[in-house]
């Protein structure tokens, strides 16, 4: 099945304690974005990935860090989480190329709680 | 101003009615256009995509595109309490833009019983 998964799905942690949150899809797209979602801001783009060894930041990229080192992987990065970073997390993939490769698939979420 | 903008809502249709919900972008560049149905706690589905000025039609979904008025919509026919959700329009990015899609902040919609 064509899928993006994301990992954990749900997390509390304390503030300043490091954690990685997982993306992983199987469709071989090119282009990977983590987004934010809070509630009367939409989606807000953190960082994307054009391919391997390629990202960029997005609209809210501060107190994250990406990493694209296989085609199939953008584990989003919280160096030192604080509690504005509690939030809902979305990866979301696309082909990148072709007359749908701008059609993003989103993975399940992970809700992030920053006490 | 908002790139894409969506009225909030909430909007609310009997069952059976016609939803419409609308969506404006202001760069006249923006080549694609998307809806996105998103459940409460969930994540973002794709249900429609469009490309070129007119309308496309998927089952009880049609899309709406007028490039000129810079005016995007969805309509949902016959609506069923299953369609209550959150409707996300997201349009491409002009050509240039790596960061592709920006998304409206959505319309809530219910439909009643």
């Known amino acids: 099945e064509a899928q993006v998964t994301q990992n954990p799905r749900y997390l509390i942690t304390v503030t300043g304690k490091k954690l990685t949150v997982t993306c992983s899809q199987n469709m071989n797209h090119e282009y990977m974005s983590w987004y934010r979602q809070d509630p009367g801001l939409g989606l807000r783009q953190i960082y994307y990935?054009?391919?391997?060894?390629?990202?960029d930041k997005g609209d809210v990229p501060e107190g994250y860090k990406v990493s694209r080192k296989e085609k199939r992987n953008f584990p989003l990065i919280l160096e030192s989480p604080s509690p504005n970073q509690t939030s809902l997390y979305f990866c979301?993939?696309?082909?990148?190329?072709?007359?749908?490769?701008?059609?993003?698939?989103f993975g399940p979420g992970t809700r992030l709680t920053v006490t | 101003q908002k790139e894409v903008e969506q009225n909030s809502g909430p909007l609310s249709v009997p069952e059976g009615a016609i939803a419409s919900l609308n969506c404006t972008y202001s760069?006249?560049?923006?080549?694609?256009f998307f809806w996105y149905r998103q459940y409460s706690g969930k994540s973002p589905e794709l249900i429609m995509s469009?490309?070129?000025?007119g309308d496309k039609e998927d089952g009880r979904f049609t899309a709406q595109l007028n490039k000129a008025s810079q005016y995007v919509s969805l309509l949902i026919r016959d609506s069923q309490p299953s369609d209550s959700a959150t409707y996300l329009c997201?349009?491409?990015?002009?050509?240039?833009?790596?960061?592709?899609?920006?998304f409206g902040s959505g319309t809530q919609l219910t439909v009643l019983p």
């Open positions: 990935s054009m391919n391997v060894e390629v990202t």
């Open positions: 760069d006249r560049g923006s080549q694609s």
């Open positions: 997201a349009v491409r990015n002009p050509t240039g833009s790596a960061r592709q899609l920006t």
């Open positions: 979301a993939s696309s082909p990148g190329l072709g007359s749908k490769g701008y059609e993003q698939y």
């Open positions: 469009i490309y070129s000025n």
